[in-house]
Nanobody, 113 residues
């Protein structure tokens, strides 16, 4: 049974930082490409960052230079380090396995101005 469990969300002031974690189970993690998505209230879910099984990364223009995605294969965990946070980063953040319908439950990130 595949499970993705996010953690690390919370309330932070603009300019602050948070690190999200997503622990995966039920898969051979090191072979999977992993995504972080976010969904602001009332808006569509959008791709934030992706890391492939080789560690190559891609970011949306809105977070490039501020967010860093990484992975620890021995811990079956993908991370999203978020720096210089802005109020427009407020959303529920989800991790996802590329090419599947497997999603985590989401973790709320709220950035106050």
């Amino acid at each position: 049974q595949v499970q993705l469990v996010e953690s690390g969300g919370g309330l932070v002031k603009a300019g602050g930082s948070l690190r999200l974690s997503c622990a995966a189970s039920g898969i051979i993690f090191r072979f999977k490409d992993m995504d972080w998505y976010r969904q602001p209230t009332g808006k569509q879910r959008e791709l934030v960052a992706r890391i492939d099984s080789s560690g190559n990364t891609n970011y949306s223009d809105s977070v490039q230079g501020r967010f860093t995605i990484s992975r620890h294969n021995d811990k079956s965990t993908v991370y999203l380090q978020m720096n210089s946070l802005k109020p427009e980063d407020t959303a529920v953040y989800y991790c996802h396995i590329l090419g599947t319908d497997f999603w985590g439950q989401g973790t709320q990130v709220t950035v106050s101005s």
